[in-house]
């Protein structure tokens, strides 16, 4: 037998030739003899006894979800849902894959990550990457032109996984969007009013929600004089300022992408403004700021947006920050991001005695974030007829993450079925009379089971009940059912009654109602 | 402007030469120079006047669900998710796709219909072909050697779609697996007991549960004298007796496969045999069928099932049925497949107007399969430990063809929203006061919206109420503002009341609280 370890490494030294041969353009003969060598040591490593050795795990940055996880995500899909329907949203669904053309030049530089399904013959696919975009293609598709709607599924990014902060290769996104002409800002605050009222529920914590709008990030650069070919990078340039201090980002601008020094000054200036509907209306008196027609309209819009989000009652969470960019190319107005004040510290905390750098533990707080894209539905459309479009994605898995480590924390156990009674016997022979009377549960709707056993033990048969949190027992014995009556044992007080099968389904219900 | 068929059309006869030259291994410079007229064609039609043109679809044998398939398809599962609950069943998720290695060697022949994705550095992945693979690698990989557990999800197989017929190549599952060491067939009876209620419950008309055993196929096989390496085989044939008569059943087994005529109609003798748990005690004194160790433990299993079928009080659907085969490699135990028996011809029949063949409108009816598998588990175990698993997948799309069916005939409109309330005006400039109530109402929990608009003209704030099925209105004017009062309106009716603000919340909720 040889030893396992010894050839994985062999296979790693045995790598790095080949890949060292083909760096040097080594000629064809020199790799293949060496390639060949290689597959012969992964031959030898697959070979134990015949038999097939599996790699026991999930694809990476990919995770299972156990029951206890499961139970947590039902509970936030639920709140979140909630509050998707109580603003009157329908649902729809699409497929996990679209045509890869479908998300050609939709997402600029981030296009990398997306997973391409091998070419087996027929059309080219790949997994999505968003909601947004396939979202986008459904409206081009059935000519719709409006629609509130929320989709909450899983999409898929190549991206680097930092799982212990929430940040995996497949996740779920949860997306609340309102697509048609509208009078002004008015289903823009309701998406705001949704973060708010959805971070609010799920009591995470303190947290705020910045805005900006594209146009004014554009008017900005304009006046501050950056080229116009120069918008773009600059901008992704400003995106970073949740990540590091002015001073490193002002040196990027000028010495990597070659802005002016003043320039540079002139929107440092800028970037680090916040405020509410007060500093829209400073900006609009902005000699400089003012000369931008653009800067001018996204001022105005920020302004109403305030003036309905204190109808809504969210201003004490919503910032107007100049700094905020965002990456997405396909957003045209209003954008914003929400971030946990709290947590966002706490998580990072951890994460630093994990070893990874500050520079990651800072941005971790962000878990909602959207924009006005009034241009995407258009470049579906044949005659590109637009469709404006403004909406919201809740990012799901950090809020996962935070909700496990409080159960985790909590006293109060996680349960993972809601089973109101088991069937239980004290005495041996007694299956067919427990499976009878399972029966008769099932059938008034009642959430029941029984052990899967002919003649398991009481204490093995209570011991579940207390694992399992389930609140009642009906025990069975000969004399119960001589007498024709049923016992109903509670198990938190192991208080215990006899009562008829008739009144038996009725108590069942009563005691279990609240849960 | 070029025409476009037309160029498409020099497009497909350039692709035959190129197919051509290739295939009589034409000198490289004579490809080369026609791959490049191929590609100049293509390259035209791509230019319309720079812009590119979409594809509008979705992938070959997917679909969007629109927001009435979604209302139906949430009814479904709640239907499906509340039985497993009933059952007391934890739920778990696992990722959409899996290490390419777990996936193989697991279907058999199917394997083929594996989605693999692309290369793009890093793991070799495929999308998952069912839920039961990627299951048994979660239970050996975290070590459970028991667990009930449903997992409701949506895997992936490059079939030939028949979309009208609900057959796609992403569809969901509903799965329902009991793993664990217990006392024979009680968890194998609860499985049929869950086939019997979800199909009860969801009302699709009248259906039957077919049972067999793989011990008793195998046993039957090697006592008609069947050899060893062709019960595989022999078993795929007798697998199409639900979609072709016995005859060629017969032929196919004699003339391709190579099996004995007395041998086949000994087969013949058996696999017209339907009962129920008196065939089974009938077989276990049958000459021929008692000499197999084999058979005799599938029909002493197929007996004691039938006595806790019984007690379940589901035998009045089940049928002991020798002809019932299933695919899939990794059953070891009893089997059993839900046909719709009267939906499954009404589907068969629109099928016919089609176009398609009787050969496929006859199996339109089966909606749910599974059976015993107590080696699979092991296969993904380094040490090969066994857990003995049983469980049941509901195929739902067929189900959800039908149930849209259903609500199209009926005259009951699908709703898409649960708002309650629509909060509107008869008079210009509300829209604050609008805003101000709809926060008032979502704070209270009730479900409500308003229309985007400053000044929308209050038959259309009721017509959107009649289309999308809100059953209340809730009207403001300058005169309820002075009085300090709301105007509910029922649709319905017409029925109009004033009333405080403070009442109005209660009257809301007493109204819907039936919907």
Redesign the interface.
């Known amino acids: 037998m040889e030893d396992k370890a010894e050839i994985q490494e062999a296979i790693q030294i045995q790598g790095e030739v080949v890949r060292k041969l083909k760096s040097e353009k080594a000629s064809k003969e020199q790799i293949d003899e060496e390639v060949s060598k290689l597959l012969q040591l992964k031959a030898r490593i697959g070979g134990d006894d015949g038999k097939?050795?599996?790699?026991?795990?999930?694809?990476?940055g990919?995770?299972?979800?156990?029951?206890k996880q499961?139970a947590i995500?039902?509970k936030v899909f639920n709140t979140i849902t909630g509050c998707f329907?109580?603003?009157?949203?329908?649902?729809?669904?699409?497929?996990?894959?679209?045509?890869k053309?479908?998300l050609?030049?939709k997402y600029g530089e981030d296009s990398k990550l997306i997973?391409?399904?091998?070419?087996?013959g027929?059309?080219l696919?790949s997994?999505r990457y968003d909601l947004t975009v396939p979202f986008a293609?459904?409206l081009?598709?059935?000519k719709i032109t409006n629609?509130?709607?929320y989709h909450i599924a899983?999409v898929?990014r190549?991206d680097n996984p930092a799982m212990t902060r929430g940040r995996y290769r497949?996740f779920y996104q949860c997306d609340f969007d309102?697509a048609?002409q509208?009078?002004g800002m008015?289903?823009d605050a309701e998406c705001l009013?949704i973060v708010h009222?959805i971070l609010s529920e799920l009591d995470l914590g303190d947290f705020r929600i910045k805005v900006n709008d594209r146009r004014i990030l554009d008017g900005m650069f304009a006046v501050c004089g950056v080229p116009d070919d120069k918008f773009r990078t600059i901008c992704s340039t400003v995106d970073k300022l949740d990540k590091m201090p002015w001073e490193d980002v002002r040196k990027e601008m000028v010495t990597e992408k070659g802005l002016s020094e003043e320039a540079a000054d002139r929107i440092g200036e800028y970037v680090s403004l916040q405020g509410g509907m007060e500093l829209a209306e400073r900006l609009l008196q902005d000699q400089r700021m003012s000369q931008s027609k653009q800067a001018c309209a996204g001022l105005s819009d920020i302004k109403l947006l305030f003036s309905?989000l204190q109808?809504?009652?969210v201003t004490d969470k919503v910032v107007f920050d100049l700094s905020l960019a965002r990456g997405l190319d396909y957003y045209t107005g209003i954008i914003y991001e929400a971030v946990l004040t709290q947590a966002g510290v706490a998580l990072g905390s951890t994460e630093a005695q994990n070893g990874s750098g500050a520079e990651e533990s800072v941005s971790v707080g962000s878990v909602a974030g959207g924009g006005r894209y009034d241009g995407l539905v258009g470049?579906?459309d044949?005659k590109g007829r637009k469709v404006p479009c403004v909406g919201v994605s809740i990012g799901i898995e950090r809020i996962f993450s935070i909700m496990e480590q409080k159960a985790e924390a909590s006293a109060q156990k996680v349960r993972?079925?809601?089973?109101q009674v088991m069937v239980a016997s004290a005495q041996k022979n007694l299956?067919?009379e427990r499976?009878?009377l399972l029966?008769e549960l099932?059938?008034a709707?009642?959430?029941?089971?029984v052990m899967?056993?002919?003649n398991p033990k009481l204490l093995s048969q209570l011991q579940h009940c207390e694992d399992s949190g389930i609140p009642l027992v009906a025990i069975l014995g000969e004399q119960e059912l001589k007498d024709g009556v049923v016992k109903l044992r509670v198990v938190a007080t192991r208080e215990e009654v006899d009562m008829s099968r008739a009144d038996l389904m009725d108590e069942i219900r009563r005691r279990t109602s609240e849960a």
């Open positions: 097939h050795q599996f790699v026991l795990k999930t694809a990476k990919t995770r299972d979800y156990n029951p499961m995500r039902e329907k109580r603003h009157g949203a329908e649902t729809i669904d699409t497929p996990v894959f679209e045509l053309e479908t050609t030049g997973y391409d399904l091998k070419d087996q027929g059309e696919l997994l293609r459904y081009a598709m059935n629609i509130k709607r899983k898929y190549r497949e309102i048609g509208y009078d008015i289903p009013k009222e309905y109808l809504f009652q470049m579906f044949p993972t079925t809601e089973v299956l067919e499976l009878k029966t099932w059938n709707g009642i959430k029941a089971e899967y056993k002919k």
